[in-house]
């Protein structure tokens, strides 16, 4: 009998992903080119210049990157944050090769509060040594997060905002209504209040996001075994934000194909890879769902349960039962 996975789908599960691999349709090297709007999915190393030609080699020069890499861990081993640092800048040259003049380039990166809040400081410090500018230090706020009774429970996520050259930026607004009111300042010799000279009812985005809600199983757009998934609002917020209908957008590191669908919905051309062959089907087959009936993701359904057995599900569902899944 197979092993039965830890969680609802483990696919660090040897086992598991020796009898998933099969039904990949993208193996390590090559390239899945969609007919109907033109995004590139690729299996392979985004620190690969050989690789990341090939992928960007028939598309535009992208106005926006989005990247979440692994934190601390290259090849899917822990590094040393200087090594890691080293890695970061691979990618990050083969991505301004990828980008127009005028371009926008996000980072999605975990500070490790229990361990100098690295390997934050030491991307940071090697961004410094590119031709990027650094525009915001974003903060996202999860809903869970972790920690003891003896320090602050930890629920941030951090994202570093860069460009070069002059792109575009669309103010963004959060559902958030506006309430404050008061009497701030003369306009026209007139004092107006804040509500007067606003162009929305809401709060426009800022550098802190308490508006969007954590990924988690209960939600249509989760997508089991992508524990790193970003929320889609995150992303189209991003991507709305800082291209154009019609752009090209980059993403590395695909995961669970969340910059891939964000791009589908709001009309940009997605080019975006990931080193497994098992996450770039997940993103193609998220795409390929969202087109086939408006779903996002699975819920707390997966994307391979067509190709596992009746006795698998009846294993993963019991795994679940026991963990309060179900």
């Known amino acids: 009998m197979a092993k039965t996975p830890t969680a609802p789908l483990d696919l660090s599960d040897p086992d598991l992903r020796t009898r998933l691999l099969p039904h990949c349709r993208v193996q390590p090297g090559e390239i899945w080119r969609d007919g109907t709007s033109g995004h590139i999915v690729g299996c392979g190393d985004a620190a690969d210049a050989g690789f990341v030609e090939r992928l960007c080699e028939s598309a535009d020069a992208a106005a926006l990157a989005v990247h979440d890499p692994p934190y601390n861990m290259v090849m899917g081993e822990k590094r040393p944050p200087d090594t890691y640092a080293t890695w970061c800048r691979r990618w990050i040259d083969l991505t301004e090769r990828s980008l127009a003049d005028d371009a926008s380039l996000y980072v999605w990166l975990g500070a490790d509060q229990n361990d100098h809040f690295q390997p934050l400081p030491q991307f940071m410090a090697m961004m410094a040594g590119t031709r990027f500018d650094a525009r915001s230090f974003i903060t996202m706020r999860n809903q869970r997060g972790y920690g003891t009774q003896k320090n602050w429970m930890a629920v ?7 460009t070069r050259g002059n792109p575009t930026f669309e103010v963004q607004y959060t559902d958030i209504p506006k309430i404050l009111r008061g009497y701030y300042k003369d306009v026209g010799g007139e004092r107006t209040e804040n509500l007067q000279r606003s162009r929305s009812e809401t709060i426009r985005a800022g550098n802190v996001w308490v508006d969007i809600q954590q990924v988690f199983y209960r939600m249509e757009e989760n997508v089991a075994g992508c524990y790193a998934q970003k929320p889609l609002k995150a992303i189209e917020r991003i991507v709305a934000a800082s291209s154009s209908e019609g752009d090209t957008v980059l993403d590395f590191f695909a995961h669970a194909g969340t910059t891939l669908l964000a791009g589908e919905r709001l009309g940009r051309r997605v080019v975006t890879c990931d080193i497994d062959p098992i996450f770039v089907e997940i993103s193609i087959r998220r795409l390929e769902r969202w ?22 599900r009846h294993e993963l569902a019991a795994v679940e039962a026991g963990l309060g899944r179900v």
Do not use: A, K
């Open 156 to 162: 941030r996520q951090e994202l570093l905002y860069y």
């Open 291 to 312: 087109r086939e009936d408006g779903r996002p993701g699975w819920g707390r359904s997966h994307p391979f349960e067509r190709e596992l057995s009746r006795r698998d």
